[in-house]
DNA sequence: ATGGTAGCGGTGCTA
């Protein structure tokens, strides 16, 4: 089982990179972040035609999150409790596997800047809701998945120059304790698991030659349940797809999983 | 210290 996390940063200008991805990785499941449109816009026919199924909880111009599954969706949750229906973030789906169910969910944490604007409280209550979701969910002890941009640089270590970062929302003490309450909670941060080390970056900004000189930072994550856990063969980040044509400023993280 | 790029949508916001 072949589970991936992409911020595509708006599909429509990313439908070319994101078919000819799918058709080389041919992952069983993607979370997708920042698809930048309503689910009427979603391209749903060139996934289809890839052998995918859609679930999509879209919005106009922002943030919006999408499932594709080869798997059949036998439940699909959209938006997290607790929360309003003003900023499309989170969709998470059931699937059925051999001894029980998969959940996985897609996840657009806020990004928070500034950090003293509404945007910062906004995050950080954003997160505690996803704290609770989470807390319920593990209460089940099934394989859970929990992929997306998590706009939080864990350590110091996550990034190419953390002094860089110290007054950005995705580096603050708050943010980085609240994704260690998450991860406290039983989660393994899979990339985390399988290449412990500097340089493991998802994200390199569009400006000032970022990915020219490898300024990257890791932000976008894969958590996993303890039952998710004792499964995970693998986690690779795809870093080939940033030096692609018109790429996303995020690339995909993949993990696999004996299921 | 500033400005550097990209997507959406048709201007300025978000990142």
């Known amino acids: 089982m072949k589970i991936a996390t992409w911020n595509i940063n708006g599909i429509r200008a990313r439908i070319d990179g994101a078919t000819k991805w799918l058709a080389d990785q041919r992952p069983d499941i993607v979370c997708m972040q920042e698809i930048k449109t309503p689910d009427d816009g979603f391209p749903g026919l060139a996934f289809a035609e890839l052998g995918y199924n859609v679930a999509t909880l879209g919005q106009k111009s922002f943030n919006g999150v999408a499932i594709l599954s080869k798997l059949r969706f036998d439940e699909i949750e959209r938006g997290l409790p607790g929360q309003g229906d003003d900023q499309s973030r989170f969709i998470a789906a059931r699937f059925s596997v051999p001894g029980g169910s998969l959940r996985v969910a897609s996840i657009y944490l806020p990004n928070g800047n500034p950090v003293d604007s509404d945007k910062y409280p906004y995050k950080l209550n954003w997160m505690a809701q996803l704290e609770a979701w989470t807390a319920a969910a593990l ?121």
Not at 179 to 185: E, G, S, T, Y
Not at 212 to 232: C, E, F, T, W, Y
Not at 237 to 249: A, F, L, N, Q, V
Request: aromatic share 8%.
């Open 139 to 259: 209460g089940l002890e099934e394989p859970l998945v929990l992929a997306g941009d998590y706009n939080i640089i864990p350590e110091p270590t996550d990034a190419k120059n953390p002094n860089e970062w110290e007054k950005d929302a995705l580096f603050q003490p708050e943010s980085r304790g609240g994704f260690r309450r998450l991860i406290h909670l039983g989660l393994t941060d899979a990339i985390r698991a399988c290449h412990d080390g500097p340089g493991q970056y998802t994200f390199w900004d569009y400006q000032a030659g970022s990915w020219q000189k490898n300024n990257g930072i890791r932000i976008d994550h894969v958590l996993l349940s303890p039952q998710a856990a004792d499964r995970l063969s693998s986690a690779t980040i795809d870093k080939r797809t940033r030096g692609w044509e018109k790429p996303s400023d995020h690339v995909p993280v993949i993990i696999e999983m004996e299921l």
